[in-house]
């Protein structure tokens, strides 16, 4: 049973991309530590981490600073480690809003911070929870469509999938991945229409 020790929001640093939909990997991370009180410190990387206990373990959070297609620099210190307790959120235009997926490995789907992950670690090889922000509105106009706020129509259906998000977190800490792939992808599923869970 993988549980996770790390958790990994990706995210654009500076107040104008703060409800951007490539921020939910932030906006995630943010609202676990307003609801624990936590504070931020500075990292390595750059980086921002705090921690948080999750039932028997204790989870480290961080928010890499480098901009999104260099979050991996921040993450250079476990490359040649195996990455089973890492967990990685971010935002996917491949699944429709509200959307939350678990994956125990993958690609990157076009996401440059995924991608630059993947470059620093060696590989694929590691959790990652993909939440949905899509479709957008235009097949090539993607990459300014993600750094904009989300509309005002979209916020209760991402309140939503940040609770559920971190639901989700704290059941793969407590009891591992798979428990979380199970409970999360199979209602978020649903949620969807009957989209495929796995």
Avoid at 23 to 42: H, K
Avoid at 73 to 95: E, H, P, T
Avoid at 164 to 174: F, H, K, S, V
Avoid at 180 to 191: I, L, T, Y
Wanted: charged share 25%; glycine share 14%; net charge positive.
């Amino acid at each position: 049973m993988s549980t996770i020790s790390l958790l990994v929001g990706l995210g654009n640093p500076g107040d104008e991309y703060r409800r951007t939909r490539h921020n939910l990997g932030f906006m995630v991370l943010d609202e676990i530590a307003r609801r624990r009180r936590l504070t931020w410190r500075p990292a390595p990387g750059p980086a921002l981490d705090a921690e948080v206990r999750m039932g028997a373990r204790v989870v480290r959070l961080l928010k890499p600073q480098t901009w999104m297609n260099r979050s991996g620099r921040a993450l250079s210190f476990r490359r040649g480690r195996s990455n089973v307790d890492l967990l990685v959120v971010c935002d996917d235009i491949n699944l429709p809003l509200g959307v939350v997926r678990f994956r125990q490995r993958g690609g990157s789907g076009g996401h440059k911070g995924l991608e630059s992950i993947a470059d620093a670690l060696g590989g694929g090889d590691w959790p990652r929870l993909r939440l949905g922000v899509g479709p957008p509105p235009a097949p090539d106009g993607w990459s300014d469509w993600v750094l904009e706020p989300f509309a005002t129509g979209e916020e209760t259906a991402v309140e939503r999938m940040i609770d559920e998000a971190i639901a989700g977190i704290e059941l793969a800490a407590r009891r591992g991945l798979a428990a979380a792939m199970q409970a999360c992808n199979r209602r978020s599923g649903e949620a969807a229409g009957g989209e495929n869970p796995a």
